[in-house]
């Protein structure tokens, strides 16, 4: 809820630079061959989280509802995202593990 508003998680987002950006992402990260690559991808979807945190306070203290509504379904998006991102890092490291054995 924002501001006594509901807000649903489930609602698309229509901003496509939005959408086209995490394609590219996602690509990057089923292409990753390593923890390196991953690390690199992290960072970038961290620095993205905070840019988004930043908008969506800027959003609240204009009262623009709408479009903070919107910020934080992208937040969400890149939350998950940052979570995928952790997944396959273990799953990198975990593989490394077992191959030294």
Known sequence: ELSGRPISLNTSIADT????????????????????????????????????????????ADEDWAEAQDTVRKMHFMANFLLDIRQQEDKFEDDDYYDED
């Open 17 to 60: 630079d939005f959408l086209m950006s995490q394609l590219e992402l996602r690509e990057q990260l089923d292409e990753a061959e390593g923890v390196e690559q991953l690390v690199g991808l992290r960072l970038e979807v961290e620095e993205w989280l905070q840019s988004l945190a930043r908008e969506f306070v800027l959003d609240y």
